[in-house]
């Protein structure tokens, strides 16, 4: 078999061939010297005036340079996802074109036409197949001889929507591929690639115990922990890798980097009192990020020590150096390091596997060559660095992956949603991180003349003691009896993440279609068919005044980028009045009192916004065209209100900020429960004491033992009030005073009954 593995990234992607007959391994390299990157091609379409497309890949550099509104890059970002959830992300606010919204969806408008983001992607898997169709022909390899199976890499961390919006654009693009015969097309996790790549090279062996991925790409971080295990002994492919557990970050990668040097290339524009605004506003954005792209790689390649970065449109450079660059991309690595470790915390709380116990990481991804990036690694592990190319094993694994062994997990828990009392439910069906594929049976009753049966189908992004948040990814539908009934769903997940829904209303065969006994649908059961949608549910919120008004759950439907930068709002709100009451010192503190008075006087703004819309419309609890037409108007009004942008601008700041001061507060939960537990104990002994040799310990030697258990019992309660307040944080110097009174209440008895023996 011949198989493509393509590496679609979010600014550049990469392909390789394999002949599994052959053992044969080729990376596709495009005929450009001096390409930042390596082997690579920019994920990038050109079109016309009249919003036709011209090109993709490098032939788009400089036709982006003359008509930056004219090409589309950047699209992994938003593929999958509703036009308000496209919108409302600060990081896509540099983007050089204009996404616009039909029904929900987000469009990308180019000259007079408009597409989706499926339909750019399309177009660059179609221009990397044929690009590697003509480089294999000049090294005599006719892949038309043979059907091509092609397996696309995608984020780990996607959703399952955006996973289905990647397999769309697949079979579109096998459609419109010319003179080749494309067979199977199939998806697969960048970390799972990797590590098939790691294990082809000879990287990993049985000897390898756990071993984690750490892909950090231009758009997004992913993170899997995968168990190495021997399953046949001195057999070719002797080990598997068992994913055990993914995390990660959809929206945390390279381009956030390259805003950030954006950003400060802007600002010493600003500066410049002879460069009035409108110059700068009319910035190719897009050229200059690729300028901002190639100063980064030059110098975490180490081709130099200070890059140039041209400004487009100006006769202007600036000089970034190795130091600034550390300076300017230092919040995405600390979001980076942040993201890391809650994916190591879960892994030791669900599974009992320590930090130490992992011997190999694999870093993927252009980014992770940067040393600042290595240096956060090796803060966080002692393990082996496997030595991979970050920017070729994507591709190379997602080419040799089928002739490897491997198991993937579940990225998130997936549920299917019922309603109840006019209300929905989520039954959930499989749990995060189950090994694929699995199939679950469940009794699904129907009342009688119920009809047309709808199964949603949905992810849970969020879940915590007081909310759940999910993710419709679409729905299945059925003709029920007209009588009352329970039938019995098959609900099938595949290792590509695939769901496939059977209803029949017999249990015996629900178990053997679950089995794989019964291969194919017998008469009176139903294969259903997958209408795949985008729409959040909310199905609880802990936010302001929600409760008072039904239509609020609609409104959060229509609207899941602004729940989410609402909830965000309130958390960092709930963060700041934490930390005042904390008590950390007034220097450090700084203006954090008033910028949180802001934030709320900004928050309660919108929510009245909200409120006041909300009240317009009708009461009842069904919700029609007209309603949610209007519905849909309101939420615009709300993302493009002043209130609005100025609380994207304050959020991001003022979480960074506050993170900082938790920096300052947080120590070990054990360590001081142990020091608390200590003065206790110590206490104790010295009460016993005191009654034992009261008669024999000279008077100011107890008084001065009195003094400290006093002082000791002030400290307890403080730490103990401390630890209420924030769990995970204590006062460091209270921390350590009362370390010295305990060592010294310690030090005083044992020396004084020394003496007094």
């Known amino acids: 078999m011949m198989y493509l593995g393509i590496d679609f990234g979010t600014s550049n992607s990469g392909i390789a061939f394999f002949d599994d007959k052959r053992k044969m391994l080729e990376v596709v390299n495009p005929e450009i010297d001096k390409m930042p990157g390596g082997r690579v091609y920019p994920s990038v379409v050109a079109f016309d005036r009249e919003g036709n497309m011209i090109a993709a890949g490098w032939y788009t550099r400089s036709y982006g340079q003359a008509f930056p509104k004219l090409v589309v890059d950047q699209v992994k970002r938003w593929i999958g996802k509703p036009y308000v959830d496209a919108i409302t992300d600060p990081r896509l606010r540099n983007l050089g074109y204009n996404i616009i919204e039909n029904e929900g969806k987000a469009l990308v408008e180019v000259g007079r036409r408009t ?63 010319n ?100 110059e700068i506003m009319n910035i190719n954005i897009r050229e200059l990020r690729i300028e901002a792209e190639s100063a980064k790689i030059d110098i975490s390649e180490g081709r130099t020590k200070v890059a140039q970065i041209k400004v487009p449109g100006f006769a202007r450079y600036f000089e970034l150096s190795e130091s600034l660059l550390d300076s300017l991309v230092s919040p995405v690595i600390r979001d980076c390091k942040k993201t890391i470790l809650e994916s190591l915390e879960e892994i030791e709380k669900n599974y009992k596997i320590q930090r130490g116990e992992i011997t190999k990481v694999i870093l993927v991804g252009g980014p992770t060559r940067m040393k600042n990036f290595r240096r956060m690694v090796n803060d966080i592990f002692k393990a082996e660095i496997v030595d991979i190319n970050p920017m070729e094993c994507v591709a190379v694994g997602a080419s040799v992956s089928p002739d490897m062994r491997y198991k993937v997990p579940a990225d998130r828990t997936y549920g299917l949603l019922k309603k109840e009392d006019k209300s929905e439910m989520l039954i959930e069906v ?99 068919e997958f209408i795949r949608d985008i729409v959040p549910c909310v199905l609880r919120t802990t936010l302001k005044d929600t409760d008072q008004n039904p239509l609020w759950e609609v409104f959060f439907k229509n609207a899941p980028g602004l729940y989410t930068k609402l909830k965000a709002t309130d958390k960092i709100v709930k963060d700041c009045n934490r930390i005042i009451e904390f008590g950390i010192e007034e220097s450090l503190l700084k203006n954090l009192l008033q910028e949180k008075t802001d934030l709320e006087n900004i928050l309660d703004k919108i929510m009245q916004d909200i409120n006041s819309g909300l009240e317009q419309m009708p009461k009842d609890e069904t919700v029609n065209k ?19 942008l100025k609380l994207s601008i304050k959020l991001d700041p003022l979480e960074r900020r506050i993170d900082e001061l938790k920096d300052y507060m947080v120590y070990d939960k054990n360590k001081i429960r142990t020091l608390i537990n200590k003065i206790s104990d110590k206490k104790t002994e010295a009460s016993v004491k005191m009654q034992t040799f009261k008669k024999i310990l000279p008077e100011n030697t107890i008084k001065e033992i009195e003094n400290l258990l006093d002082e000791l019992d002030r400290i307890q309660i403080f730490l103990e009030n401390k630890n209420e307040i924030m769990v995970n944080s204590v006062d460091g110097e209270m921390y350590r005073e009362g370390e010295r009174k305990e060592q010294t209440l310690k030090s005083i008895i044992d020396q004084r009954l020394v003496q007094d023996k």
Request: hydrophobic share 40%; glycine share 4%; aromatic share 8%.
């Open 115 to 177: 597409y989706t983001a499926e339909e750019i992607v399309t177009y660059i898997l179609k221009h990397l197949v044929e690009e590697a169709r003509a480089y294999l022909k000049n090294k005599d390899i006719d892949i038309r001889k043979e059907k091509v199976t092609v397996i696309v890499s995608h984020p780990a961390y996607y959703l399952q929507n955006q996973v289905e919006a990647i397999r769309e654009s697949i079979n579109k693009m096998k459609e419109q591929v």
């Open 179 to 278: 003179n080749i015969e494309i067979g199977d097309v199939k998806v697969i996790p960048e970390p799972v690639a990797s590590v098939c790549a790691a294990m082809y090279w000879g990287k990993l062996s049985k000897n390898d115990r756990y071993v984690i991925v750490i892909d950090e790409g231009a758009g997004t971080l992913d993170t899997m922990l995968v168990d190495m295990q021997q399953v046949n002994p001195g057999e070719e492919k002797e080990i598997e890798a068992r994913g055990i557990t993914i995390g990660g970050h959809a929206m945390l990668g390279g381009s956030n980097m390259d805003n950030y040097i954006v950003e400060w290339v802007l600002d010493e524009l600003r500066k410049d009192e002879n460069i009035n605004r409108d």
């Open 430 to 528: 499989v749990q995060k991180d189950t090994p694929l594929p699995k199939s679950v049976v469940l009794p699904w009753k129907v009342e009688a003349f119920e009809g047309k049966i709808p199964i949603e189908v949905a992810q849970v992004l969020e879940k915590d003691n007081t909310e759940m948040v999910c993710m419709k990814m679409g729905k299945y539908e059925f003709a029920a009896s007209p009588f009352e009934k329970t039938y019995f769903i098959v609900f099938n997940l595949d290792e590509e993440r695939k769901v496939e829904v059977i209803v029949t209303s017999s249990k015996n065969r629900a178990e053997d279609y679950s089995q794989g006994i019964i291969k194919e649908i017998q008469r009176g059961d139903f294969r259903l």
């Open 626 to 644: 007209e309603t949610d037409k209007v519905m849909k108007q309101l939420v615009d009004n709300i993302v493009r209100s002043d209130e609005f």
